[in-house]
């Protein structure tokens, strides 16, 4: 043990001694002090300082030298270990946030009930989270809420106060043993207590203690085994994927507004179609998108079916090629298969499909928002691209040159590819609207100026175009007037 200044958890709760067993392995280090972690030695593991944000190294050599235990800790550790870019990194010590905050200028303590120093430096924002006690509530923002560990007597003055820690607690609380690990700045070893660098090693998602018992503290916990089993090409540990079904329906009850960044982070991190297959696999996906369960159950090998996947393995690409990804897109891909089901199952009358469509996104957007709260400066773009799907088969006239200057237009175009990839939209037709963007401005007027019948890049009566709305219908195209319709 490093430097003397542990401080050993000694009384251990009688659920953390259950848990013993489990984790038994962890205790091979040293089995006369269960308490003790396996501190894997600088030489045995291959985290190097220089892939370490040297950021968070200022605030981890500052820590030491004021004299507390500072430690590189959760997702930051794993990645290394892994050989992975963390995305950000986390920082436990044994300092009160008070405290840390006298060490940084460029610190703010923030949390419900101000629990996590924020120290920055430029864009950069290092977290920096006193070690919690045994049984610490987390906040969705990963704070701590104090309302269950603080007793207030009748004046509001605090009476006791055991919301802080020591490394041996705060271990416990932590979600994946592979995301328990702690590297130590002092001698740049890793502590770990619950056997997750074997986990890591070996590819394996494990919750730390009795996997029913810590998903009931928090449901959200089932959709991080499948984001890091996704992202990290894990395989869920059988003891830990075994409740998931049956405790499933308890995402219902997480507020919508935390699912809402949940599911941005299970999409929006390169592993988008992986993580998609898990919550089909885990019967996830019905308490997160139940429009879309269902609409997927009635025709699952059907266009729109095809479109999800291919939306989700086209935003993969693009987070791995480094390109912008947005929730507005993302949802529309996820929320398609429905608003088409309820536009199906409409009362639509001829002439009138852009308005039943509108209307069909309406009702699956605010069915959503009770599961998933999309924020309006998503949705309303969200709408406006599904809306331009039906305008895209109104190829001539000046108004298909407005569209072309819409600024939702590069959206509304890239998930027309989308549907026709799918096989949903006419290839022909998401071709044309390729090509026009192509062409100088005068012979954009030109080609949307012709009669039907002429066009150069257009087809013939031969080969009917599937509808804008992807009903399926096939319709017999009329050359005059110039205006198509989508029935
Ligand atoms: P990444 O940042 O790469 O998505 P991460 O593991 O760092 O992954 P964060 O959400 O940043 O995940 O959380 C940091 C750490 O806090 C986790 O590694 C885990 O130890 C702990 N943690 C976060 N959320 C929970 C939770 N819901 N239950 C228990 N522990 C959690
Ligand atoms: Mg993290």
């Not at 898990?278 to 019967?283: A, D, F, I, R, S």
């Not at 062409?439 to 954009?444: A, F, R, T, V, W």
């Not at 019948?453 to 005059?480: F, L, Q, V």
């Amino acid at each position: 043990m490093v430097g003397g200044r542990v401080e050993y958890y000694t009384a251990r709760p009688s659920w953390l001694k259950r848990h013993r067993s489990l984790n038994d392995n962890i205790f091979s280090a040293n089995d006369s002090d269960p308490s003790s972690p396996l501190i894997v030695s600088r030489d045995r593991h291959p985290i190097s300082r220089a892939n370490i944000s040297p950021s968070a190294l200022k605030v981890l050599y500052r820590l030491k030298e004021a004299g507390y235990q500072a430690f590189l800790v959760g997702g930051a550790v794993r990645d290394l270990l892994l050989g992975l870019n963390p995305k950000d990194f986390d920082i436990a010590t044994n300092a009160h946030p008070d405290q840390v905050k006298q060490l940084f200028r460029n610190c703010r303590l923030i949390g419900r009930r101000f629990h996590l120093a924020h120290v920055r430096y430029g864009y950069e924002i290092i977290e920096v989270a006193t070690f919690r006690a045994a049984h610490t509530t987390i906040d969705e923002d990963n704070s701590v809420d104090e309302g269950g560990h603080r007793v207030l007597d009748d004046h509001g003055r605090i009476l006791r106060d055991n919301l802080y820690g020591s490394i041996e607690e705060d271990v416990w609380r932590r979600d994946f043993t592979a995301n328990a690990l702690y590297y130590n700045i002092e001698d740049f070893s890793v502590w770990d207590y619950v056997g997750g660098f074997a986990d890591a090693q070996n590819r394996i998602m494990r919750l730390i203690g009795d996997p029913e018992t810590r998903y009931r503290e928090d449901p959200v916990r089932m959709l991080r085994a499948v984001r890091f089993a996704a992202k990290l090409d894990f395989t869920i540990h059988p003891d830990t994927e075994a409740p998931i079904h049956k405790l499933a329906r308890m995402l219902d009850a997480v507020p919508p507004a935390r699912l809402f960044d949940e599911v941005n982070k299970l999409f929006l991190s390169g592993t988008a179609l992986g993580a998609f297959d898990l919550l089909v696999k885990y019967g996830l996906l019905e308490h997160l998108f139940p429009d879309l369960a269902a609409a997927l159950l009635e025709a699952p090998d059907g266009p729109a079916a095809r479109l999800v996947r291919l939306g989700l393995a086209g935003t993969d690409e693009r987070v791995r090629a480094d390109k912008s990804v947005t929730p507005t897109f993302l949802f529309a891909v996820l929320m398609w298969p429905a608003i088409q089901r309820a536009y199906k199952n409409s009362a639509r009358v001829e002439g009138d499909e852009i308005s039943a469509l509108a209307d069909a996104c309406e009702q699956v957007t605010y069915r959503q928002a009770a599961r998933v709260a999309v924020p309006k400066r998503f949705t309303l773009p969200l709408r406006e691209l599904i809306a331009m799907q039906p305008r895209f088969d109104k190829r001539e006239g000046r108004r298909a040159l407005r569209l072309l200057e819409h600024p939702r237009f590069r959206a509304a175009y890239d998930f027309l590819l989308l549907r026709a990839a799918a096989g949903e939209a006419d290839a022909e037709l998401a071709q044309w609207w390729t090509d026009i963007q192509e062409l100088p401005p005068e012979e954009k007027i030109t080609l949307v100026e012709q009669p039907r019948g002429e066009h150069k890049t257009g087809d013939d009566e031969a080969a009917p175009a599937r509808t804008g709305t992807g009903t399926g219908r096939r319709r017999r195209r009329r050359r005059r007037p110039a205006v198509k319709t989508t029935s």
